[in-house]
């Protein structure tokens, strides 16, 4: 690795570093998870186009704690750099739960904002998004509204700053903090509900096409202790059409 990019690798390293430490002095409960994601992004015009992104979740087994998630949006590009974007999400379990679990559909409204960046001459991106949030329980649809900030930046391997990333290996970190805005109470009672950092290997395989294989640690804050950790391994495709 040349120089800027130790820095780079050091620099993201550290902030995840620094966050999952602080979390892991609360944190007990410790689970394991596999998950299969699909990003696609279509461009209609210069302004217009959608998103969508496909992810099925699952415990070690893939047979337990499993489920769909299925998130299509519309999408305003303002600018080379800034993205508006709004749509729904619904989460489908699809295996059999106890008697006593309270995870079953959600219905999600969301609007995001992405702004598209560099750090030390590597691709970053920021999304801020807003969700409203249905969650179907076995006595009742509660409602909840949920804000989320991500980051998440591109470190190629052996391609030089100074030219675009069209083909070949990379890095990618990125982490996501999630806040509990109205009604934490049907939740986990708390503004913080939870955090995801995350780092992948990965190869761009044209200029539209991606594929990583990663592992994500995923922090989740509970009403009532222990709070948890998932350990998740991760592939990812990504497409931009």
């Given at each position: 690795m040349d120089l800027p990019l130790q820095h780079a690798v050091r620099k993201w390293g550290l902030i995840v570093i620094f966050i999952q430490l602080s979390l892991y002095?609360?944190?007990?409960?410790?689970?394991?998870?596999?998950?299969?994601?699909?990003?696609?992004?279509?461009?209609?015009?210069?302004?217009?186009?959608?998103?969508?992104?496909?992810?099925f979740r699952a415990g070690k087994d893939w047979n337990s704690s499993s489920l769909l998630l299925i998130r299509p949006g519309v999408n305003y590009y303002i600018n080379e750099r800034h993205?508006?974007?709004?749509?729904?999400?619904?989460?489908?379990?699809?295996?059999?739960?106890?008697?006593?679990?309270?995870?079953?559909?959600?219905?999600?409204?969301?609007?995001?904002?992405?702004?598209?960046?560099?750090?030390?001459g590597f691709s970053v991106q920021h999304r801020f998004r807003l969700e409203q949030r249905f969650l179907k329980r076995p006595d009742e649809t509660?409602?909840?509204?949920?804000?989320?900030?991500?980051?998440?930046g591109i470190i190629p391997v052996n391609s030089p700053l100074e030219k675009k990333f069209d083909r070949g290996l990379f890095i990618s970190l990125q982490n996501e903090l999630f806040f509990n805005i109205q009604?934490?109470?049907?939740?986990?009672?708390?503004?913080?509900?939870?955090?995801?950092?995350?780092?992948?290997?990965?190869?761009?395989?044209?200029?539209r096409f991606d594929l990583e294989a990663g592992y994500m640690n995923q922090f989740l804050l509970r009403n009532t202790a222990p709070n948890a950790f998932v350990h998740i391994g991760q592939i990812g495709f990504y497409s931009r059409l």
């Amino acid at each position: 690795m040349d120089l800027p990019l130790q820095h780079a690798v050091r620099k993201w390293g550290l902030i995840v570093i620094f966050i999952q430490l602080s979390l892991y002095a609360q944190a007990q409960d410790h689970t394991f998870n596999s998950w299969f994601a699909w990003f696609n992004n279509v461009k209609f015009s210069e302004r217009w186009g959608m998103n969508n992104d496909i992810q099925f979740r699952a415990g070690k087994d893939w047979n337990s704690s499993s489920l769909l998630l299925i998130r299509p949006g519309v999408n305003y590009y303002i600018n080379e750099r800034h993205t508006a974007s709004m749509g729904y999400a619904t989460t489908l379990v699809t295996n059999e739960l106890s008697d006593n679990s309270r995870r079953l559909t959600e219905h999600r409204i969301w609007q995001q904002y992405i702004i598209s960046d560099k750090l030390l001459g590597f691709s970053v991106q920021h999304r801020f998004r807003l969700e409203q949030r249905f969650l179907k329980r076995p006595d009742e649809t509660a409602f909840a509204q949920r804000a989320r900030y991500f980051i998440r930046g591109i470190i190629p391997v052996n391609s030089p700053l100074e030219k675009k990333f069209d083909r070949g290996l990379f890095i990618s970190l990125q982490n996501e903090l999630f806040f509990n805005i109205q009604n934490k109470n049907t939740l986990n009672g708390r503004f913080f509900d939870q955090n995801r950092a995350y780092l992948s290997f990965g190869y761009r395989l044209s200029p539209r096409f991606d594929l990583e294989a990663g592992y994500m640690n995923q922090f989740l804050l509970r009403n009532t202790a222990p709070n948890a950790f998932v350990h998740i391994g991760q592939i990812g495709f990504y497409s931009r059409l």
